[in-house]
T-cell receptor, first 112, second 113 residues
């Protein structure tokens, strides 16, 4: 069964610190993997999209990595800011059906 | 460029009723996807429309349906509402290719009583 699992479920860090969020998937065949940031009460905003051949992609202070062999991805946030407080969702697309399978997200709280 | 807009933003219905939600994509975008988000299940894919045709469909019952108009605007309909349909319904638009960025609207929050 195609699944996307994220860890941790929630995370609290101090402003200025770095953190790494994990995403493991069993989706096959794989098309692409996306990371989204969702602020409370708002729609998700795309951070990165990676295909099979890409293993790192950055968007400002956000860096995503992908290991297609082990089916793992991570999202690293550098020098966290209060505005990084949000849910981060990993989404994997199945290249057979082109359906999107969502992880349940990691809720990040950045404290001053 | 204006973002994705969804109307209405909030809606309260009772069981058994039906509801229609609307989504206007970013100008020039031809693909519109719909998602349901609940605290228990997270985000789930409902369906995707491209050039007025349903291109992909998630695992939802037939009570959930949609359509897309020639101007790319899309509507989603849920008939015979159930309590479990209470959720945030999000739509996202993109130019149309599968690897592209999707831009989400703010969502419609539906409460079924």
């Amino acid at each position: 069964k195609n699944q996307v699992e994220q860890s941790p479920q929630s995370l609290i860090i101090l402003e200025g610190k770095n953190c790494t969020l994990q995403c493991n998937y069993t989706v096959s065949p794989f098309s692409n993997l996306r990371w989204y940031k969702q602020d409370t009460g708002r729609g998700p905003v795309s951070l990165t999209i990676m295909t099979f051949s890409e293993n790192t992609k950055s968007n400002g202070r956000y860096t995503a990595t992908l290991d297609a062999d082990t089916k793992q991805s991570s999202l690293h946030i550098t020098a966290s800011q209060l505005s990084d407080s949000a849910s981060y969702i990993c989404v994997v697309s199945d290249s057979g059906t082109y359906k999107y399978i969502f992880g349940t997200g990691t809720r990040l709280k950045v404290l001053a | 460029k204006a973002g994705v807009t969804q109307t209405p933003r909030y809606l309260i219905k009772t069981r058994g009723q039906q509801v229609t939600l609307s989504c206007s994509p970013i100008s020039g975008h031809r693909s519109v996807s719909w998602y349901q988000q609940t605290p228990g299940q997270g985000l789930q894919f409902l369906f995707e429309y491209f050039s007025e045709t349903q291109r992909n469909k998630g695992n939802f019952p037939g009570r959930f349906s949609g359509r897309q108009f020639s101007n790319s605007r899309s509507e989603m309909n849920v008939s015979t509402l159930e309590l479990g349909d209470s959720a945030l319904y999000l739509c996202a638009s993109s130019l149309g290719q599968y690897q592209e960025t999707q831009y989400f609207g703010p969502g419609t929050r539906l409460l079924v009583l």
